[in-house]
């Protein structure tokens, strides 16, 4: 139960409130006390009927303007946000006496150095981390914040330390100890790259391998230039991301970004979405591309786009103009294009897929995003770095990757790519079940071999039940990407009726 009186300040005031307390044989567990004048009181629940008798007795007291009844005293809040705010920090924090000695260390610390809490209370902080003396700084005559690189074991840390100074009678201040904060190398170089621009550019895309490497250097050269650009790569390579970045960093960045996946577009409204629709000299619909005035168009998955619409995406990259759908004026907007795709695109122009002069256009700089499997350097970097950023994003304490798990993931071969590990590893942090190291079994990959795929060791049916398992999953990861049959149909190379047959024969629809 708890109360809050409104009152004026008055000495003895709190002592008439503990005489009616008493009077009713209530005990006070706390009180709180504001100089906005009010008073809080905490003690054991009561019934109604003392409580309404109780009230009408405090508001008789001399001083006393209401009483009412509240969920929670101010003390409580505060003491509950700084807990809610330490437990979710990553970064590791550790309150400490006069002498150096932990009073409060927050989940992240304890993380750090592999204990406990109730293993490292009142112990000196000096036990665990080098590279500076705690104990010698609280006693210097002058206490004031400092920065050091200091040591848990092998890892390196930044520690932060400010003196916790509290106000004593004679206006003077007391020292009370410190407040450390520990951040690792990963943290402070994201709080840098914030710091420096709210337009990232690269500074997101890590980069450890020397393919890698070369590749960023090549699109920080490209993002400069106002040609258009092909981004090549296997899926979940990170081609989108690639583009945003050298959007980012190119003299476009004030601008939109505009991204379109032309296998989601339908054909019979690609044509409408990219380029607008009028009629009777009336603007019915802007465009994507007007859309992006000044900006940055990206086509994903251009090798998808319908025939119609690549003759149109020709000609704006030819004469710099298009017209709307129903449209009779030229429109001409002010946009770079960046392309993608996951298909070999000079075989589809010889397969008369895609327009060869359309190819050429949109080829004029390019690179290419390895595979992940053939940069397993970056793996571990990357899955530590996706680690950290979900274990802030959901408040889960950070961990470490087991060294099973670590070998684990050099060596599987990752057809997902980038967006594979880094679902995986959201996957394996929201489900936490409490464990101090991300293992194997919490990743729930399928097992893959290069050269044959995915394998289940625990099949069991014929082949021709394994054919047609394979067939209508194929079908239904691709439905949503090509929602007609024709498109469907053009993308798997098979006439339209087979197709619709195969998706009425697998119960596979729109929904």
């Not at 550019?201 to 400069?224: C, I, P, Y």
């Not at 970097?381 to 070998?407: D, G, N, T, W």
Request: proline letters at 4%.
């Amino acid at each position: 139960m708890r109360l809050e009186i409104s009152c004026q300040d008055r000495v003895g005031l709190a002592k008439d409130i503990l005489i009616v307390l008493e009077t009713y044989g209530i005990n006070l567990m706390s009180i709180d006390a504001s100089n906005k004048g009010f008073f809080y009181l905490q003690f054991a629940d009561i019934s109604f009927d003392v409580l309404s008798a109780l009230m009408p007795q405090i508001r008789k007291i001399e001083a006393v303007y209401d009483v009412r009844t509240v969920a929670f005293m101010p003390s409580e809040q505060e003491h509950y946000a700084l807990k809610t705010l330490l437990k979710t920090l990553p970064d590791g924090v550790f309150s400490l006496d006069a002498k150096g000695r932990i009073r409060i260390a927050n989940d992240a610390a304890q993380f750090m150095l592999g204990m406990q809490v109730h293993e490292i209370l009142d112990e000196p902080l000096n036990h665990w981390v080098q590279g500076f003396n705690f104990g010698r700084w609280l006693g210097e005559p002058q206490l004031l914040p400092q920065s050091a690189r200091v040591r848990i074991g092998t890892s390196e840390y930044l520690a932060e330390m400010l003196p916790v100074m509290l106000p004593d009678d004679e206006e003077g201040e007391i020292r009370a100890g410190a407040v450390v904060m520990l951040k690792s190398p990963a943290r402070v170089g994201q709080q840098f790259n914030a710091l420096q621009s709210q337009n990232k550019g690269f500074a997101n895309v890590l980069a450890v391998s020397e393919r890698m490497q070369q590749v960023l250097k090549q699109a920080e050269r490209m993002a400069q230039l106002d040609a258009p650009l092909l981004i090549t790569g296997e899926t979940g390579t990170g081609k989108e991301m690639m583009a945003r970045a050298c959007h980012d960093a190119s003299m476009r960045r004030e601008k939109p970004f505009v991204a379109i996946n032309c296998a989601a577009i339908p054909d019979s409204a690609v044509e409408e979405e990219l380029f607008g629709y009028a009629s009777q000299g009336q603007l019915i619909k802007r465009g994507f591309f007007e859309e992006a005035q000044g900006g940055t168009v990206f086509l994903d998955e251009v090798a998808e786009m319908s025939s119609a619409a690549q003759v149109k995406l020709l000609r704006l990259l030819q004469d710099g103009s298009f017209r709307r759908v129903g449209g009779e004026e030229d429109v001409r907007p002010d946009v770079r294009i960046i392309c993608s795709t996951q298909e070999d695109l000079p075989a589809r122009c010889q397969q008369g897929l895609f327009r060869d002069d359309l190819y050429h256009r949109i080829h004029v700089l390019a690179f290419h995003l390895p595979a992940l499997r053939e940069r397993k350097v970056d793996i571990l970097p990357l899955a530590e770095m996706f680690l950290a950023h979900y274990c802030a994003q959901l408040s889960c304490p950070v961990r470490r990757i087991s060294p099973k798990c670590r070998s684990f993931m050099q060596s599987y071969a990752w057809p997902g790519n980038v967006r594979q590990l880094k679902n995986a590893i959201f996957r394996a942090v929201s489900m936490w079940d409490g464990a101090g190291e991300l293992s194997v079994e919490q990743l729930k990959l399928p097992n893959h071999d290069e050269a044959q795929g995915y394998v289940d060791a625990q099949f069991d049916g014929t082949l021709e039940q394994a054919m047609k398992q394979y067939e209508a999953n194929l079908l239904r990861r691709l439905y949503p990407a090509y929602p007609s049959t024709r498109q469907l149909a053009k993308k798997l190379g098979v006439s339209h009726t087979a197709i619709a047959n195969k998706l009425r024969d697998y119960g596979i629809n729109k929904e």
